[in-house]
């Protein structure tokens, strides 16, 4: 196979770009728990960015207490596009951690598709990664470079757990909408191919209050535009272009069985993502934080206000320095899904005004969401890569959900500390 004979003249399994990030820092400890162990397909790693001497002292950091293993450190800089193609020749893949995305990130799009080698970051801008689509989706189809953006907290927790949720749903009863509860946002507009809608049981659910008070789970929650619905919206709608999803490079019949039964049980239904809080003062705080992010960040003086003094304007949620050490191992999500559907077809296509009548409610839990869960995912992401790259797509620039759906990543998710839970299911009175 052409990929595999192309592969095998790289130096490195994954090189970890920006690894001297607060950030990049925690990919290397993650990365380190696998290299070299029984049954890891990661035997090769790399550091890469600007600065030598940080990522010597970020790969100290990773290691401590244990003495730090002797990994190739590449001086690689974005504004050095032949950095970043050097990069590209040695490495079958690379995770990106360089932020933000929208200043730093289509050079390395860029020189990864180029080159036909595999890409995965943990970019949470929802506009940067609609744009790279736009540009670069077909020549790294052309090329082999499978490029996967939002392999971080945004967005597998909701592309995985919408997929959990959905296939609670045992046919003939059908979801039609499923509300999260958390999320990150962007207010610009890009334009933006039309895109397939995906077919869903009943009438489009109806906006709701901006805030909202969710008993079933007892907290309060505001609705916000977030990366994760405009990535899930993705997922669904290369679902519906490819009803048995993608199919991979080099699939026997077993995985090719695997992957249509699996996209057989998904059932497409309305996303959406709130942020929630245990008490009405913190989504205030939360809607503050909102209008000052809208207020400022469309000029640059306020701009500037914004990234001098984080903790005034975000009300103490976010500092300069980061979180410290203890801060991030006490901290936690929690994300709820809420599925309100059909407990049968001729229920959802009698529609007028017809209430959905069955209720499912299930979760994703793990550990802080920055440093913890984002490295954890994608690791496990670029293991579930390294190990299975033929049942993967040949190349293209997508989104989480569509690539990995029907790999084993939420098993390798669940061994690793980010659960996935059925809560409920309920049936509701007319
Ligand atoms: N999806 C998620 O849930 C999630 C979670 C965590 C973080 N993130 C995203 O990940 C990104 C990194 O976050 P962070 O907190 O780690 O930020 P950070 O601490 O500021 O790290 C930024 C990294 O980018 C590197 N960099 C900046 N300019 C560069 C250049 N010209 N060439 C090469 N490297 C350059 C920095 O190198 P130096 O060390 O040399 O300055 C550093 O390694 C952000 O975009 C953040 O939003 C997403």
Not at 97 to 124: M, T
Not at 132 to 154: Q, T
Not at 382 to 403: M, W
């Amino acid at each position: 196979m052409e990929q595999s004979q192309h592969n095998s003249e790289k130096h490195y399994d994954l090189i970890i770009l920006g690894a001297s990030g607060f950030t990049g820092k925690y990919v290397i400890r993650e990365a380190l728990k696998f290299l070299n162990t029984p049954s890891s397909p990661l035997k090769t790693i790399a550091l890469a960015g600007r600065n030598p001497a940080k990522l010597v002292e970020s790969l100290k950091w990773a290691s401590h207490p244990a003495t730090p293993p002797s990994l190739p450190i590449i001086r690689a800089d974005v504004s050095d596009p032949s950095s970043l193609r050097d990069l590209c020749t040695k490495t079958k893949l690379i995770l990106n951690c360089i932020g933000p995305f929208r200043l730093y990130g289509e050079p390395v799009f860029s020189a990864c598709v180029e080159a036909g080698c595999d890409y995965l970051d943990i970019c949470g801008e929802p506009e940067f990664m609609e744009k790279m689509e736009a540009i670069y989706h077909e020549k790294a189809v052309e090329k082999g470079s499978l490029v996967v953006s939002a392999c971080g907290f945004d967005s597998i927790p909701a592309e995985l757990g919408l997929m959990f949720n959905s296939r609670q749903w045992v046919s003939p009863a059908a979801p039609n909408s499923v509300e999260a509860y958390l999320s990150l946002e962007s207010d610009k507009r890009i334009s933006r191919p039309k895109r397939p809608r995906p077919v869903i049981a009943g009438p489009p659910p109806s906006k709701g209050p901006m805030v909202e008070h969710q008993k079933a789970i007892g907290l309060w929650a505001v609705k916000l535009p977030s990366a994760d619905s405009t990535v899930v919206r993705r997922t669904l709608s290369a679902l519906t272009e490819n009803p048995h999803g993608l199919p991979g490079v080099d699939e026997n019949d077993g995985q090719i069985e695997r992957r249509k039964n699996f996209w057989s049980t998904v059932k497409p239904a309305h996303f959406g993502v709130k942020i929630r809080s245990k008490s009405l003062l913190g989504i205030i705080r939360f809607i503050i934080f909102g209008l000052f992010l809208g207020l400022f960040g469309s000029t640059a003086f306020g701009r500037w206000l914004l990234l001098k003094y984080p903790s005034i304007f975000s009300l103490g949620w976010f500092r300069k320095q980061g979180p410290t050490e203890e801060e991030v191992r006490s901290a936690s999500f929690k994300m709820w899904f809420i599925g309100h559907g059909y407990s049968g077809a001729n229920l959802a296509s009698q529609l007028g005004n017809r209430k959905p009548d069955t209720e499912i409610i299930t979760r994703v839990m793990g550990p802080e969401v920055g440093y913890l869960t984002t490295p954890i995912i994608l690791l496990q992401c670029a293991i579930v890569l390294l190990s299975g790259r033929g049942n993967l797509p040949k190349g293209g620039v997508l989104p989480p959900g569509i690539v990995f759906g029907p790999t084993d990543l939420q098993e390798r998710l669940q061994q690793n500390g980010i659960t996935f839970d059925i809560i409920s299911k309920n049936v509701l009175s007319a």
